[in-house]
């Protein structure tokens, strides 16, 4: 197992593995952090082995500290009901993205220091040898596949949307000085329109996924995010990706998650969350 990794194991009678991990970094012109990044690999010993395992990013918003409480709650609030609620995983994750709305559109409203603040969120749920996406925003999920990478979630932007409609070229899309207006996130309104997967995609052994948020996707391009998550382990991909991101600027939050599947082997598991911490501004 990589050092700094966690492995769990997700397909019946322990026939898939898991292994990965998240880091998040400030970046190099920011000073706050406003991205949380999450994930559960639990022990097959654990009550918690029987949901799978769990990672996600949420990329707050809303100015001041208020978009680092909207992150914070959103992941607080998903990772806890995740592993609370019954259900099948798709429905267990709808549920808790509605909870993580209330609550953040509920604090928003009640303080006003956190007026007008919310969060994307991208939460991969590995459970019975399929995944379970649910996601809003424009943090994203990637699966590399067959040594193909390809974006799993849709962002939920106005560019993106302007793509889609065959009214933006994708080059287009990338300089747009709107490139980062959201049209869908948590809290914002009364009730949030997360996508969410009812049905689960059957994994493969070789299949690695990768969360991040903008910070990430926004300054390196597709092709270096496969490159570099299908040739290091997911410890050391996560830590080459955020240095390309500060390489290229660092303009942003960058927070990043990759998750190796295997054929199971007898392995030692944890449980991890990780809170932003920030890394060396001179590259992990």
């Excluded at 970046?27 to 097959?44: K, S």
Aim: aromatic share 4%.
């Amino acid at each position: 197992m990589v050092k700094g990794c966690a492995t769990a194991e997700i397909g019946p009678r322990g026939s898939l593995s898991v292994t990965g991990t998240m880091l998040t970094h400030p970046g190099l012109v920011r000073r706050n952090n406003e991205d949380v990044v999450a994930y559960v690999l639990p022990a097959a010993a654990e009550a918690a082995s029987a949901r799978g395992a769990l990672a996600l990013v949420a990329d707050g918003m809303g100015g001041h500290a208020a978009g680092e409480v909207a992150s914070a709650i959103a992941a607080d609030t998903i990772r806890r009901l995740y592993y609370e609620l019954e259900g099948a995983p798709g429905e267990v994750l709808a549920a808790a993205f509605a909870a993580a709305n209330e609550a953040i559109y509920r604090r928003s409203a009640a303080d006003p220091a956190c007026a007008g603040m919310g969060t994307t969120c991208t939460a991969l749920a590995l459970r019975d040898a399929a995944a379970f996406l649910a996601h809003i925003g424009d943090s994203r999920a990637y699966l590399l596949r067959d040594g193909r990478l390809r974006q799993i979630s849709e962002d939920h932007s106005l560019v993106a949307q302007l793509v889609r409609d065959g009214a933006l070229t994708a080059e287009q899309a990338a300089r747009s000085p709107q490139r980062h207006v959201i049209l869908r996130a948590l809290g914002t309104e009364p009730n949030a329109e997360p996508a969410v997967w009812r049905q689960g995609l059957p994994l493969r052994p070789g299949d690695v996924f990768v969360l991040c948020s903008d910070g990430l996707s926004d300054l390196v391009d597709d092709g270096t995010i496969g490159d570099i998550a299908g040739r290091l382990p997911p410890a050391e991909a996560c830590a080459a990706l955020i240095a390309a991101a500060l390489a290229a600027g660092g303009t942003d939050n960058v927070s990043v998650g990759v998750f190796a599947i295997e054929a199971a082997r007898a392995q030692a598991d944890e449980v991890l969350t990780t809170r932003p911490r920030p890394l060396s501004r001179g590259g992990p």
